[in-house]
């Protein structure tokens, strides 16, 4: 693409492509100079231009070299993102594209709602769990991926004919305007709580920076609600899309009622404007119907029949890591999540003190990630001590913590169940288990399906909760027939 189709009054240069980390090799491409809370770009021009940039586009005063061409702005973000959206010719609204926002839910709803759409559609993916359309996936660290790396996943996907994707939407993307460049058709608010207010500063700002995705849709798109938030009004005071509620305890446009869960499934009545249906899924918790509730709205947003897609429901399966059962013949309940907050374990509660008789115990493996505040942790604690008969507190994703100083810091919140430190992840898993009877529930919190643990030096290959789990399990039916001979 030739500059000046980016720029006007820009030379007729060819340009390749773009780049707003000086590191990478960028030939004759553009280097975007972006501040950030660390690092300003225009510090690292020269190094851009080492790297093949030709043209360097910046706001303020820089000094300026021979070997490239400098195009002043007034807002560096704002032309960066109009300008990935001409230079990948605008992929976003050449699919049908989904943004999921919320504290929670949002993977366990885009995979719902991929899975429903896949069945008359090719419908992609972006979120916690990587980039995946076709046969094609990608692993990124960020659940919403950077400027670049989103225009580029859409735009293959429009290459590779894709008819939508769904994406899970961050907070912080949201308030770096990572998105900015995007054209939702339907937006989905799960819910909000303060577990991550930390990293915005206040819940006014982490309301506001999640507010920006259904502030930013068209009046042909759809905002989809969960009226039983408190937030929710707040999403979509200042939208201007078409609105769709769901909900369980309020009178929304979709809810579920007549909800029974078990063990191993769930079932209520499906109530969507004027239609009613029984469904059944091995969805289990009452967050899980939330999700679904979630993820049929967007469906029914889509202009789908709902009628149809009814029976598919009873074959979804929970997504791995989030409240995700093991079962492998054994007489007891095991639950991997990535709940380590007082907010994100009420759904499990509830789930695990339906399931367990009154005469049985339910035990927690659990720990706390690097940089958590010390009265989170202490209330984390608190939260398990309303619960859990026993807990077992080990290693999270500690990084350079000292991890006995914060399990010691949990247990101040835990008054009057027992506890014990095993730092070693695996160990703590395998002692849960073995301390398990007939009836009783293990929940085995914090990294959900993680197959990696951070240390001092970076990630540290783990074999994840769920495969150490079952290996244990395995072994133990085994050892109780052995001894029945």
Do not use: W
């Given at each position: ?125 972006i979120g916690t769990l990587g980039t995946a359309y076709h046969d094609k996936y990608y692993y990124h660290e960020l659940t919403t991926p950077s400027y670049i790396e989103l225009n580029r996943y859409l735009s293959e996907m429009v290459d590779n ?325």
């Open positions: 693409m030739k500059l000046s189709d980016l720029f006007s009054k820009a030379p007729e240069i060819e340009i390749k492509s773009i780049a707003i980390d000086s590191r990478v090799k960028n030939e004759e491409g553009i280097f975007f100079c972006l501040e950030g809370i660390k690092y300003d770009g225009r510090n690292f021009i020269d190094e851009a231009v080492l790297n093949g940039a030709k043209v360097i586009v910046y706001e303020g005063d820089v000094i300026k070299s021979k070997e490239a061409i400098y195009i002043k702005v007034d807002d560096v973000l704002k032309v960066l993102n109009q300008t990935l959206k001409r230079f990948y010719h605008d992929p976003s609204s050449s699919l049908d594209l989904i943004g999921i926002t919320g504290t929670n839910g949002k993977t366990t709803t885009a995979m719902i709602l991929k899975e429903l759409l896949s069945l008359d559609d090719d419908c992609g993916y004919g894709v008819d939508d994707c769904v994406m899970e939407v961050t907070s912080i993307a949201l308030e770096q305007r990572r998105t900015d460049s995007l054209n939702f058709k339907i937006a989905v608010f799960t819910n909000l709580t303060a577990d991550h207010v930390e990293v915005h500063g206040t819940m006014h700002d982490y309301v506001s920076a999640k507010k920006r995705l259904f502030d930013n849709l068209d009046e042909d798109a759809y905002a989809i609600i969960n009226l039983d938030s408190k937030y929710a009004l707040e999403m979509i005071e200042d939208s201007h899309a078409k609105i769709i509620t769901y909900g369980i305890n309020t009178k929304a446009d979709i809810t579920a009622s007549e909800i029974k869960i078990k063990a191993d499934s769930t079932s209520f009545i499906l109530n969507v404007f004027n239609n009613s249906y029984v469904v059944k899924s091995d969805l289990v918790t009452k967050a899980n119907i939330y999700n679904l509730l979630a993820a049929l709205g967007a469906y029914f947003a889509m202009g789908k029949d709902l009628s149809k897609i009814i029976m598919k429901l009873n074959s979804l399966k929970a997504v791995n890591g989030r409240m995700y059962r093991i079962d492998v013949g054994q007489r007891y309940n095991v639950l991997v999540d990535f709940a380590d907050t007082p907010n994100s374990l009420r759904n499990i509660i509830d789930y695990a003190t339906t399931i367990t008789p009154s005469k049985n115990k339910i035990v927690t493996v659990i720990g706390s990630k690097y940089g958590k505040d010390d009265n989170k942790r202490i209330a984390l604690g608190a939260a398990l001590n309303e619960f859990s008969d026993l807990v077992i507190l080990c290693e999270d994703d500690d990084r350079d913590e000292d991890v006995v100083n914060v399990l010691k810091t949990i247990a101040q919140g835990i008054k009057d169940k027992p506890y014990v430190m095993i730092t070693s992840r695996e160990n703590a898993i395998i002692s849960g288990i073995d301390l398990m009877n007939d009836d009783d529930t293990l929940l085995i919190l914090g990294k959900g399906d993680d197959n990696f643990i951070y240390r001092p030096f970076g990630k540290e290959a783990y074999s994840s909760d769920a495969i150490i789990a079952k290996n244990r399990i395995k072994e133990r039916i085994k050892e109780e027939k052995d001894e029945t001979f």
